[in-house]
């Protein structure tokens, strides 16, 4: 109820989840866990297990601290496009070790994320470049705009049964 009167007023954007909020924020999901413990995460609410997270302008509003180290959240949207691509010598590795390490790479800025699955929730492209490739030297990737949320999700080792 609380959000419905927010929203009407537009100073609300949208609301996210605790994934969301720590790809917004280049921060790991387990920082954010901490922050919403702290109440830092402006307009936060917690309802049964799950956190539900105002953005206003787009990003979620971190309460800083006046103690310690500046926080390393991000302020504003990255300008830079996400991009991903899938790392062949790591999947030539785990077919011949017989791993299961995972091979896509998602790059944000400076920060990398390697995962098995990446769900991408809004607006992207394959781009194929022979001539121009990244620096990594890969020549077909997938790019983000911007705003959109690329969520990395991961699978269970090779061999390991998680049913007990």
Known sequence: ?????????????????????AFLLNISVSRV????QQNRI????KEGR???IPLFKGMPQVEARGRGLRGTWRRRRCQKPTVIHVNKPQIDC??????????????QGSRKTYCHLAEIKGE?????QPNNPLSCGAVVWIE????????????????VDLAL
């Not at 402006?42 to 609410?45: H, L, Y």
């Not at 785990?94 to 790059?107: A, D, F, G, M, S």
């Not at 992207?124 to 194929?128: I, K």
Request: proline share 4%.
């Open 1 to 21: 109820m609380k959000y419905i009167a927010i929203l009407q007023f537009g100073l609300m954007d949208k609301i996210v989840g605790t994934t969301e909020a």
């Open 33 to 36: 866990k901490v922050l919403l």
């Open 42 to 45: 402006k307009g936060a609410i």
């Open 50 to 52: 799950v956190w539900k």
């Open 94 to 107: 785990n077919r011949k070790e017989e791993t299961n390490k995972p091979v896509i790479t998602i790059r």
């Open 124 to 128: 992207c492209r394959v781009v194929y």
């Open 144 to 159: 983000v705009v911007s705003d959109t949320v690329v969520i990395p999700q991961f699978l269970k080792p090779m061999g």
